[in-house]
């Protein structure tokens, strides 16, 4: 979720593309966001050149010549009403979202969307300080599973951000500079916990990291950032949902709403070899904690996490949560979100348990491929003390 860190294998052919005048000019019409109104103009032109050419055919007119002149002129006043409302905020004031502390646990972390757009106004200073307390509580030594520090900075400027537009409060997540995989997990698990109470009060949330420009980020954090000593992991947007959005982020929004199926991501062996049959037992003990893994949110809805679940007679041993990638930072604040929801679901349920990490012997004999690879485990509270 994170801007391509130095420590980080960039892709091969990434500096091929950063000098191309075609890639600079997407990179800035992203930062100025004007890149979500794009696809609108772009698709207006090819309507406009196919209407030309069906003219000059004089086939098919209706095919041809009308239809498309009445798509590129239902297109084009879209994209006019999506600059004006959406660029330039001008639409009538939107109310304010309600409490959902009404759902239960699993209901509200399934209802819980990443936001696109944002209303100008800030918010209340009974949630900001809610989320500024939770941020502070979330991210102490006492809560992290690793022992190197992590933090939440606030912003309250419009960082340069993309696709999400109207974000005004920010919370920005930093790492040491030096590279440790449980401080990236626990980001991803601690700013989880932050996004799931936000969402219980009716906050929107949008979790963005290759889409944020570290140099502006960099710029309003001013002395709270020391490059010498910290890294930026992501950053969180927090504020009230806009029901005006671009229609191109609309379209992004639902073709992100897929999901991989629970039995490709859950397996019922170290091998991956078996997939999780979540309604036998004992494993349908924990209901729906799979399907709220299932739909949490990870960079580019790649869901780069799995889980192996392990039983021994009848009862739950642990559950192993893998990378299933080699990303260092995209992966791991994923399978920190995993946590956070996999954590929520079982307190919903009354299962008690704690995450360790274990050494190789003491997994077992089971073979772990090279990937999906290992990193953590939640074991039942009775397992661990018995352990």
């Known amino acids: 979720m994170s801007e391509t860190p130095p420590q980080e294998t960039r892709p091969p052919n990434e500096a091929w593309f950063e000098t191309r005048w075609w890639w600079r000019v997407k990179m800035w019409l992203q930062w100025a966001s004007w890149l979500q109104y794009l696809p609108n103009l772009v698709v207006v032109v090819l309507l406009l050149v196919l209407a030309g050419i069906g003219a000059l055919v004089g086939c098919w007119p209706f095919l041809l010549v009308d239809l498309p002149l009445v798509l590129a002129v239902l297109l084009f006043f879209n994209l006019i009403f999506d600059v004006v409302t959406v660029r330039y905020g001008f639409h009538p004031e939107e109310p304010l979202p309600t409490s959902l502390e009404h759902l239960d646990a699993f209901e509200l972390m399934r209802t819980r969307v990443s936001c696109r757009s944002f209303q100008k106004r800030l918010m209340s200073e009974e949630h900001r300080q809610m989320v500024l307390s939770l941020a502070e509580r979330t991210s102490r030594p006492e809560h992290c599973l690793g022992p190197h520090p992590i933090r939440f900075e606030y912003v309250d400027n419009p960082l340069v951000v993309w696709p999400a537009v109207g974000t005004h409060e920010f919370?920005?997540?930093?790492?040491?500079?030096?590279?440790?995989?449980?401080?990236?997990?626990?980001?991803?698990?601690?700013?989880?916990?932050v996004v799931i109470e936000a969402t219980r009060q009716g906050l929107a949330t949008c979790w963005i990291g290759p889409g944020a420009d570290h140099k502006s980020i960099i710029k309003h954090l001013g002395e709270r950032f020391d490059p010498e000593k910290d890294h930026i992991i992501c950053v969180c947007g927090f504020g009230y949902r806009s029901r005006y959005t671009p229609l191109a982020i609309r379209l992004i929004q639902k073709a992100q709403r897929h999901r991989l199926d629970v039995q490709d991501l859950f397996f019922a062996d170290a091998g991956f070899a078996k997939p999780l049959n979540t309604n036998a037992r004992p494993y349908r003990e924990f209901g729906r904690c799979y399907e709220v893994c299932q739909w949490s949110p990870s960079s580019y809805n790649a869901q780069p996490t799995r889980g192996v679940v392990l039983a021994e007679n009848a009862r739950i041993r642990r559950v192993d949560f893998c990378a299933a990638t080699h990303s260092r930072y995209y992966a791991m604040v994923a399978l920190g979100i995993w946590l956070a929801n996999w954590e929520c679901g079982c307190e919903a349920l009354g299962k008690a348990g704690r995450f360790d990490q274990l050494a190789p012997e003491m997994r077992g004999k089971e073979p772990f491929p090279d990937l999906p690879r290992y990193v953590i485990s939640w074991m039942p509270e009775e397992m661990s003390s018995s352990g």
């Not at 990236?184 to 916990?193: A, E, F, M, T, Y």
């Open 171 to 193: 919370l920005v997540a930093i790492a040491p500079r030096a590279y440790h995989e449980m401080a990236v997990v626990d980001v991803g698990r601690s700013l989880q916990k």
